[in-house]
Structures are given as structure tokens and as C-alpha cells.
């Protein structure tokens, strides 16, 4: 795979500097058989500092968590070596073991083993709940 | 409806016909009598209460059904550190339908995600207690004829009662009711029942530090509470908040003659005993709800009809 340009794929550009292999884990991309690139503290005019990450060949990857995780991330979608859409990123509804229940009444703090599951319950204030037992997440 | 997890899972006509059948049921015992034949009710009870656990198998022995399950964690199969999940899955295969208790916020909920049968919340820790809720609604009703177009007081631990937040969130939704929230300092309503039921749905409502007495005269439903020693981290603060609010029969002089008084139960001392003999004090008759309220539901997800 060409780094600079991929024919068909994702690039997930603007991230901030360090936070790639966060975002690598969250999207679950480990579990991918296709390349993928990850680029570390490339120049940003916006940003001083930045990371990519390239996807080759799949597009179909649920990126709802971007917007969680950091609204400044910009997706391209490429297709034949052209840019054919720049996705929009908004707050997803659900989280699913993005973030940790920090309540020590809640069935999670119990049983480990359980989905962590945030619901966005309030989308003016950023607000989530876990689905358990509806206590804030923690900013 | 599968399941019933959270009050506000109901709509509005959902509720209206769970307590047209409670009532149906009070009226006509007889005919529901064998509806439940051959069927099994589970009360899985990871942490005991005695009031409604025993309701729940009452209301299942009333519809001709048979109960199993434990009452304590300590002699279930959680004390060998079996998940909610398995334990639900094993009972599925034996029970048609499940009541469950839980100290833990959310453990019906992870229940009902696995369950083959029907799940019931009979309670997680301070969260939910939807069959609470039904039965007050269900006393309310009958009392007062229907549900809106009335004043109810709050009285005592209005913070961590979590009966009074679902109530409040369930009494929000009809017209007319204007909320009175009675408590100390200390046990003030949380801002956010304020801001998110309260506010959100329009509903009047004032908060108040006075006497019990001096509210008294306006009310049409005074719902008591208990406050609760385990909430409290010091044995003081615990007995001076649990004397600040006490229904005694002088406090009563002002009051309306056909006031509700009701009191989920257990008591402490927040009433006099000596209201109990008042027509107005109708909590005995709210745990008799209760049960028809429960029967009710269980016939409901069960999917039995007379
Ligand atoms: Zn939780």
C-alpha cells in the first residue's frame, strides 16, 4: 500500500497527536485483515501535530465513536483514487465499551464481564448514561 | 411488553389497563382464580424483602399458579459467583416468568437482555421498583377516583427515595397535579427529578421545609416515606432527619376529611400508629393493591386473558 495515496478505503485524518492508537483500538481495526496505516505526528497546518490512520479496501467500518472520542476528526472516503465523500461526525447514540461505568452500585462494577453501554441522554449537554443504571459518564 | 424493567417503559393507556384489570380482579377474584394454572412464577431474590416477594408469589397463588426461587443471595447460585446472566438463563427453563430482586442498579435489565421468559423488576438498589409504582398508581386511582386533577404531598426522604422519583416521573405525565415536596435540607429532591420530570413536563410544584401541619390543609394525597439508616453515614444525622417528619393525628386536625395517606411500607415511626384507625390512612389498603395490581401484570406478560 501506497501511504500517500490509497485507490479504494478510509482516511481518518486530524487526529490528535498520540491518541491514534486509541482510536486503532476503539474502532476495533486489530481485527481487520486489510493494510492499514498508521501515521504519527504528521504536519498540520490546523493542528501543528497530527495523526492519520488509512484504510485499505474497507469502508464499511461503524466510525459513530468518532464523534465521541474527538469531533475535529475528518473521514475521507476514497473510490477509485478520488475523494467521494468527507462523512459527517456526530454524537452516536449508544457507546459500547468506550467508556466505564464509575458507579459502585451498578451490575457492571459486579460482573466484569458485562458490555459496558452508554446511551446519549442528553445531546445539547453531551450527556451520557450508562443503560444499567443511568448514572452520568464522567467527562 | 415483555418485560417490565422501568415504569416509564409504559405508555399511558398501558398503565390504564393494568389497573382496569387490578380492578377487575379486586371486584372478581373468582374469575381469575385458574388462570395460571400450571404455570410457575421464579422471585429471584438477591437481596431479601419479605413485603414484596411475598406479594408477588400471593399474586401468583391468587391466579392458580405455583411459585419457586430463593430469597437471599446467600442461597442462590450467586454465592458461587454465577453471573445474573446464567442464573436467568438456568431459571428460564424451569419458570414461565420471573420477578427479580437485585441489590445492583441494572441486574433485571441484563436479566431480561438473556431471559426466555418474561422478566419483572421487583427492585434494583436504589433505581428502579416499577410494581411500587403500579401499586401506588393503582391506590391513588381508586381513592381518589382517577389520576390528575389533584394535590400530592411528598413528605421525608424525597433524595434517595427512589419510590417518590418514579412516582413523581410517573404522576407527571397526567393533567393536574400539582406536587407539594415536603423534606429537610438534607433530603431535598435531586435537581435533576426537577429539571428533567418536573420541569420538563410543566408540572406545578413548591418545595418546602415547614411543618407537616402547616402544609397539610391544601393536600389530597400525603405520601409518607421512610428515611433510610443505610443511606446515612453517621448515626446522628441518621435519627435527627428520621424524627423531622412524623404524621401524628394533630397534625391532622387541618387536613382534608377524604385525604389519601400513603406509605410504601415498611414504616419506622414516620406515622403514628395512632392514624392507622383514621379513614384517611389507606396504606394497608395500598399493599392490597399491591397484590391485585401484580396479578395483573403477570397475567399481562404472560399473555393470559379471562
Ligand atoms: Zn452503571
Redesign the interface.
Known sequence: MNIDSIKNGLVIDHIRAGSAMRIYNLLGLDELDCTVAIIKNAQSAKLGRKDIIKIDTVTDIDLDVLGYVDPGITVNVIRGGELVEKKQLSLPERLENVLRCR?P???????P??KQVFFLSDRAGKTYR?????AKAEK | MRNLIDIRELTTDEIASLLDTGDDIMAHPGDYRELCRYKKLATLFFEPSTRTRLSFEAAMYELGGQVLGFSEAASSSAAKGESVADTVRVVGCYADIIAMRHPKEGAPLVAAGVSPVPVINAGDGGHNHPTQTLTDLMTIRREKGGLGGFTIGLCGDLKFGRTVHSLISALARYDGVKFVLISPEELKLPSYVKNDVLRAGGCEFRQTAADLAEVIPELDVLYMTRVQRERFFNEEDYIRLRDSYILTPAKLINAKSDLTILHPLPRVNEISTEIDSDPRACYFRQALCGKYVRMALILKLLEVTK
Open positions: 458507579n452500585r451498578c451490575i457492571t462494577s459486579a460482573e464481564g458485562l450508562c443503560l444499567y443504571c443511568e
